[in-house]
Structures are given as C-alpha cells and as structure tokens.
C-alpha cells in the first residue's frame, strides 16, 4: 500500500495522524487470532493488528484500497517488498563484513535465508561465508 494513496483519502486531522504514524503495524500471534470471537472476525483481522494510533477511518479506507487492488497490484507490491528486503539484507552484510565482495554478500544472504544445511546440498560449489 502506498503511503501517499492512503493519506490521499483521508482529511484533516486524520490525515495528519496517519501520516506520522503510517507504519507502525504489528504481527499478530497465531494464538491471538483464535481468541478473537469468529472465524469471520479472524479473517478481518487477517493476521496482522492495524497500528494502535490508527484511527478506524484511516483503517477502514487502508483495508477498503487493499479490496480494490488487482492480484497483479498486490503481487507487484510483494515483489517491490521481497526485493527491498534482499536488498536490505545485503546492505547489513556488506555493513558487517567490509571485507565481502557483492557476490560473497548475496551468498551470505543465501545462506541465511535457507539454512546451513539447505544452503550445503543445493549448493555444494558454493562459498562457505557467514552471515
């Protein structure tokens, strides 16, 4: 979702509100979810707790563009977010390790997204660098 389509929606106070406090959304536990009273409840909630400083106005027009989306739309989001984070994650690599070429950075990070052992057998060639 795009901060600025968001806030695009929203007036006044609620705009100003939400655009400092945009992102501060958290998991929900599994455990947590069951709680809520039906399964219909749990599907709302959908596995994630809006912001506590959110207002329901702010949530209810972030939920009604996500409803609006195309899969296309939600897969490009996720695609944009899966590469920022790999990105990131290379990034913190190269922070911690100067020393690390960029292809030594993106094996380490290989090797942390699949495991040890994971890493070892789908890639027995590969260099052994840690994260």
Request: net charge positive.
């Given at each position: 979702m795009?901060?600025s389509?968001i806030?695009q929606?929203?007036?006044?106070?609620?705009?100003?509100r939400?655009?400092?406090?945009?992102?501060?959304?958290?998991?929900?536990?599994?455990?947590?979810i069951?709680?809520?009273?039906s399964?219909?409840?749990?599907?709302?909630a959908?596995?994630?707790?809006?912001?506590?400083?959110t207002s329901?106005e702010?949530?209810?027009?972030?939920?009604g563009?996500?409803?609006?989306?195309?899969?296309?739309?939600?897969?490009?989001?996720?695609?944009?977010?899966?590469?920022?984070?790999?990105?990131s994650?290379?990034?913190?690599?190269?922070f911690?390790h100067?020393?690390?070429?960029?292809a030594?950075?993106?094996?380490?990070?290989v090797?942390r997204?699949?495991?040890?052992?994971?890493?070892?057998?789908?890639?027995p060639?590969?260099?052994?660098?840690?994260f």
């Amino acid at each position: 979702m795009r901060r600025s389509v968001i806030l695009q929606q929203l007036s006044g106070n609620s705009r100003r509100r939400a655009a400092s406090r945009y992102d501060r959304a958290t998991v929900i536990d599994p455990a947590d979810i069951t709680g809520l009273r039906s399964n219909a409840e749990a599907a709302r909630a959908g596995g994630i707790r809006p912001p506590a400083d959110t207002s329901e106005e702010a949530q209810r027009v972030r939920l009604g563009i996500l409803r609006r989306m195309s899969f296309e739309q939600k897969a490009e989001q996720m695609s944009e977010l899966s590469e920022t984070l790999r990105e990131s994650m290379i990034s913190g690599v190269r922070f911690r390790h100067p020393e690390y070429g960029p292809a030594e950075a993106r094996w380490s990070v290989v090797r942390r997204l699949l495991g040890d052992d994971l890493f070892a057998a789908a890639f027995p060639h590969a260099p052994c660098v840690p994260f």
